[in-house]
């Protein structure tokens, strides 16, 4: 939801699958941030070359604010799904459309919301998020 309201508020129109890693998500230089933020998640033997991508594309101020980022988004999943905060009402009603299509139902931390009791019905036309 977050992504989508930035992303209008900064005037373009984001493509949520760049959430998953699937492309650049619509973002300057998003491919390269996708790359950083996987090797970064699920760690590699070299994550020296998504480095330098990363500080090459954005420059050293740039660099040192995404790694900021993962570590934060990093954090707030971690915690989130270790202790097993649900998704809120709101959220889960208005990700209807995009959860099943992006494969977020079948992430470690899904377990920890009732699914089923989804309704994209009672989600604000404002932040009703479909996603085809």
Known sequence: ????????????EAKLEGAVGEG????????????FGEVV??????PAPARQALRDA????GFVEACC???????????????GVPLDDGTLDSTVGFREALGLNEYGGAANTELERADESRAPDDVRLNFS
Not at 24 to 35: M, P, T
């Open 24 to 35: 650049d998500g619509g973002v300057v230089h998003g491919a390269i941030l996708n790359s």
């Open 58 to 61: 954005l420059g050293p101020d």
């Open 41 to 46: 998640t699920r760690g590699v033997d070299d």
């Open 1 to 12: 939801m977050l992504l989508r309201a930035s992303s209008e508020k900064a005037g373009f």
């Open 69 to 83: 980022i993962v570590g934060i988004f990093n954090g707030l999943v971690r915690t989130a799904d270790a202790s």
